[in-house]
């Protein structure tokens, strides 16, 4: 598991040129402009989309998490994910070739890509003791029916279907 970990955590950013607000966008997704050929952002009134952009965005804020505890040194909480990530690699997969489709036309968008369209952060910058509370939760907090992702996209829907009133964010609490 640990030699998995390691390749995981080790394998290199997408080689291609980055532009854009903080370098977040593939050049080859630009247009001549210089503008994002892409609209970028949530779709609240697209259920299926809004899921699948929930759920990405929890993934990549456990990813996030993960490689963030790895450089700290506490490589339980890298493994952990890995493991976590190998269970959920089909929703995982599922919402990233939605989001590629509804994004760029492809369901082969670099997940970096993808994360830059919904606007979410390249990396965390938490203080150490932050840090070390969060690396210390993770393995369990990955065992929690919330990281469920089929559960938690299920849940979304349930939740759209039903109305959330005024404020779409509500799924979220």
Not at 3 to 31: D, F, H, Y
Not at 45 to 62: N, R, S, T
Not at 65 to 92: K, M, N
Request: charged share 20%; net charge negative.
């Amino acid at each position: 598991m640990l030699g998995a970990c390691a390749l995981v955590l080790a394998l290199p950013a997408q080689a291609e040129e980055k532009v854009g607000a903080g370098g977040t966008a593939i050049a080859g997704l630009i247009n001549p402009s210089g503008t994002a050929s892409v609209e970028t952002g949530y779709v609240f009134d697209q259920p299926e989309i809004f899921a699948a952009q929930l759920l990405w965005g929890l993934a990549h804020g456990v990813r996030l998490l993960a490689l963030a505890c790895a450089e700290h040194g506490d490589l339980t909480a890298a493994e952990s994910w890995v493991a976590w990530q190998e269970r959920e690699q089909p929703q995982i997969l599922a919402a990233g070739r939605l989001l590629g489709r509804h994004y760029f036309g492809s369901e082969d968008a670099p997940a970096d890509v993808i994360a830059a369209a919904l606007g979410l952060k390249p990396a965390l910058a938490l203080p150490a003791e932050t840090l070390d509370q969060a690396c210390t939760t993770l393995p369990e907090a990955l065992t929690k029916p919330r990281y469920d992702l089929a559960r938690f996209r299920e849940q979304t829907l349930e939740t759209m279907r039903r109305g959330v009133g005024a404020d779409p964010l509500e799924i979220l609490k």
